[in-house]
């Protein structure tokens, strides 16, 4: 199948365009750099044409609440608008666990207008939240980082393997569109302070107390996959492991 994967020159978008093809797929990167701007409209016809299914894992440009929504909103309108004209059979779109409960979290409202801009859109769908990434755990910790002293929000995540990720977003393209949501994360609820204490360096400490994540309160399972979330194998401890080679 012909699957073009819009963002498909960032660090998710290149992992997935090699699974896709390692499975025997035309997997076709579509970004700025590759004449394609999804945010414009830009290009869209052109890479669409003869493509069976359409994977977004694009990230906009600026994390400020008004600019993320206003990308994510327009990209998703111009891409199901395009894909239903190509025919395009199934639009798949990465999303982040939690957005309801966490929602405080200018980021994850931009992520609720993605959706909702996808579940409108008139092409067949399937809304993939994820878990965080193991790979993005170290920017929490730097965030949090002052000093030797990192201090973390009280609350819980189910990090995923980027890797695992790609793997299970390339079987979802290859099924039919669930024309809902559902839910990819790691096998493992973990605290903050738990992963902080496992990747901090020599000599750092690693606490918990009441202080907001990013700047929102939120409970401490939203972020948590729910009981009929697919688990990936990769644990912490494995991937830790992986890094250290």
Same mark, same amino acid.
């Given at each position: 199948?012909?699957?073009?994967?819009?963002?498909?020159?960032?660090?998710?978008?290149?992992?997935?365009?090699?699974?896709?093809?390692?499975?025997?797929?035309?997997?076709?990167?579509?970004?700025?750099?590759?004449?394609?701007?999804?945010?414009?409209?830009?290009?869209?016809?052109?890479?669409?044409?003869?493509?069976?299914?359409?994977?977004?894992?694009?990230?906009?440009?600026?994390?400020?609440?008004?600019?993320?929504?206003?990308?994510?909103?327009?990209?998703?309108?111009?891409?199901?608008?395009?894909?239903?004209?190509?025919?395009?059979?199934?639009?798949?779109?990465?999303?982040?666990?939690?957005?309801?409960?966490?929602?405080?979290?200018?980021?994850?409202?931009?992520?609720?207008?993605?959706?909702?801009?996808?579940?409108?859109?008139?092409?067949?769908?399937?809304?993939?939240?994820?878990?965080?990434? *193991?790979?993005?755990? $170290?920017?929490?910790?730097? &965030?949090?980082?002052? !000093?030797?002293?990192?201090? =973390? +929000? @009280?609350?819980?995540?189910?990090?995923?393997?980027?890797?695992?990720?790609?793997?299970?977003?390339?079987?979802?393209?290859?099924?039919?569109?669930?024309?809902?949501?559902?839910?990819?994360?790691?096998?493992?609820?973990?605290?903050?302070?738990?992963?902080?204490?496992?990747?901090?360096?020599?000599?750092?400490?690693?606490?918990?107390?009441?202080?907001? *994540?990013?700047?929102? $309160?939120?409970?401490?399972? &939203?972020?948590?996959? !729910?009981?009929?979330?697919? =688990? +990936? @194998?990769?644990?912490?401890?494995?991937?830790?492991?992986?890094?250290?080679?």
């Amino acid at each position: 199948m012909r699957i073009v994967v819009v963002g498909g020159t960032g660090q998710t978008g290149r992992l997935l365009v090699e699974a896709l093809r390692a499975r025997g797929h035309e997997a076709v990167p579509a970004s700025p750099s590759t004449g394609v701007n999804a945010f414009t409209g830009d290009g869209l016809e052109q890479v669409l044409t003869g493509t069976d299914i359409v994977i977004d894992v694009t990230n906009p440009p600026s994390a400020g609440a008004a600019e993320a929504t206003e990308f994510f909103r327009a990209t998703s309108e111009n891409l199901t608008t395009a894909g239903a004209k190509a025919g395009v059979r199934h639009h798949v779109v990465l999303s982040v666990i939690g957005l309801e409960p966490a929602s405080d979290l200018a980021y994850y409202r931009a992520k609720l207008a993605q959706e909702a801009a996808v579940r409108s859109g008139g092409v067949p769908y399937t809304i993939v939240r994820a878990a965080q990434f *193991f790979e993005f755990l $170290d920017v929490i910790m730097q &965030a949090n980082t002052r !000093g030797d002293e990192i201090t =973390l +929000a @009280p609350v819980r995540v189910q990090p995923i393997a980027l890797s695992d990720l790609v793997t299970h977003l390339a079987g979802i393209a290859e099924s039919a569109p669930a024309d809902g949501t559902v839910e990819v994360a790691g096998p493992e609820a973990l605290a903050l302070d738990e992963i902080g204490r496992r990747l901090a360096a020599p000599g750092q400490r690693v606490t918990s107390d009441g202080r907001p *994540f990013f700047g929102a $309160d939120i409970p401490v399972d &939203a972020l948590v996959a !729910g009981p009929s979330a697919f =688990l +990936a @194998p990769t644990t912490l401890d494995t991937w830790l492991a992986g890094q250290r080679r």
